[in-house]
């Protein structure tokens, strides 16, 4: 990389990396450039890459910072992922409430140069926030008037410990360019961007999709193939430990798969059927986490709730596979057709349901174990369901049919 690049341009380079690809193309370049380009990505992007260089390297480029940003990375990367802690920025624009807009506008004169400015916020002398004021305010204010006539009072805040989702669920009905943050005092301790926001939930959505297979979500379309490996091969590994199990399950049952080879070719039929039941309880699931629907109760209705629809899907579901089965074994001349399609009808009901409960109980436990619900919550859902509706299917034919 060009050791002479623009922070802007830099940026730009980096924005799609995953962290650590992003930390390669930087480390070459001085501690205060590295600062301004992480100060072009924003705080969230910024922490993400700064936490992979050293510690003495993450400080010296934390100082290196023009605007004071880099000592609030530091103090935001102490937050838990996913909060709205780890996307603050400074708020420079603080004054006292009897402060007279003249002496206001001209302190932000230099300020402005250097940063954009949204609102001024009033704050008493313990950093309690009391009140905001919009720079239309101050054009239309008077000089000799002071912050505490023209400000909006008891100002709208967040918590640095608020979630991105339950935040989201806050300021959607708000839309303001930026939020203040306090604590638990009302001690005004920075401030984060409604965009910034919006960005980062948008990611962790984005996300979701790949941590239910194994996929972590710090893995871009550029991350390089060998750190991709990285990411992937461990849950590969694990998914082939978990088909063992459920192929021990057949294994268990091989005799009675060789004397009625027409089971072989129903497996994989329930085995689908199940696994996708189970897929759509665990979507609905996750998306009740997302939007914060699973308050305290909730979990067990919902698993009743995919434990009937899975009941009745299963039904609707295995009298056509029934029906297929009947007419398969009917023209290879079996002698139990009947029994077969019973079975087949029995086992894709009662297996649907055991697929809906998992699809709810798999990210519900991983959730209650202090594990992100969708981390290849895909995984241990299909050993599950394959478990169940392979073992119910060839148990029942081993013991109704001689």
């Not at 006292?96 to 002398?125: G, N, S």
Request: some cysteine; proline content about 5%; hydrophobic content about 45%.
């Amino acid at each position: 990389m060009d050791p002479t690049e623009s922070p802007r341009r830099l940026s730009d380079r980096i924005r799609n990396l995953d962290p650590q690809s992003a930390v390669d193309r930087l480390k070459s370049q001085s501690d205060a450039a590295i600062a301004q380009t992480l100060a072009e990505l924003g705080p969230g992007h910024a922490i993400d890459i700064l936490e992979k260089f050293s510690a003495e390297r993450r400080a010296r480029i934390a100082a290196a910072t023009l605007s004071g940003e880099g000592e609030q990375w530091l103090k935001d990367w102490h937050y838990p992922e996913g909060s709205v802690g780890r996307l603050m920025e400074v708020s420079p624009a603080q004054f006292r409430p009897q402060t007279p807009v003249r002496d206001v506008i001209e302190a932000m004169r230099e300020v402005i140069k250097q940063q954009l400015i949204t609102y001024v916020f009033a704050t008493e002398a313990d950093g309690r926030l009391v009140g905001i004021v919009t720079f239309r305010e101050l054009l239309y204010a008077l000089p000799e008037q002071r912050l505490e006539e023209v400000m909006v009072r008891d100002p709208f805040f967040l918590r640095p410990e608020t979630s991105l989702v339950d935040a989201m669920r806050e300021v959607v009905t708000r839309h303001y360019p930026v939020y203040p943050v306090c604590d638990a005092n009302g001690r005004l301790i920075g401030k984060v961007r409604g965009q910034v926001l919006f960005e980062q939930q948008a990611f962790e959505i984005s996300a979701q999709a790949g941590s239910m297979v194994g996929v972590e979500k710090e893995e871009r379309t550029t991350t390089p193939w060998q750190r991709a490996l990285k990411f992937r091969h461990p849950w590969l590994q694990l998914n082939l430990l978990t088909a063992f199990i459920a192929a021990s399950v057949v294994g268990v049952f091989q005799n009675t798969v060789n004397h009625i080879v027409l089971l072989a070719v129903f497996l994989p039929v329930l085995s689908g059927q199940c696994s996708n039941t189970g897929c759509q309880a665990l979507a609905v699931t996750l998306r009740g986490m997302t939007l914060n629907e699973l308050r305290a109760g909730v979990g067990r209705k919902l698993i009743l709730k995919e434990a009937w629809l899975g009941f009745l899907n299963g039904l609707l579901v295995g009298l056509v596979a029934s029906i297929a089965m009947f007419t398969i074994a009917h023209f290879q001349q079996n002698t139990h057709p009947f029994a077969l399609a019973a079975i087949t009808l029995v086992a894709m009901a009662v297996s649907s349901v055991a697929s809906g409960v998992a699809g709810a109980a798999v990210p519900l436990g991983l959730k209650r174990l202090g594990a992100d619900p969708a981390m290849a919550s895909s995984i241990f859902l299909t050993t599950a369901t394959d478990v169940v509706s392979m073992g119910l299917f060839l148990g029942m034919a081993a013991w109704l049919i001689p």
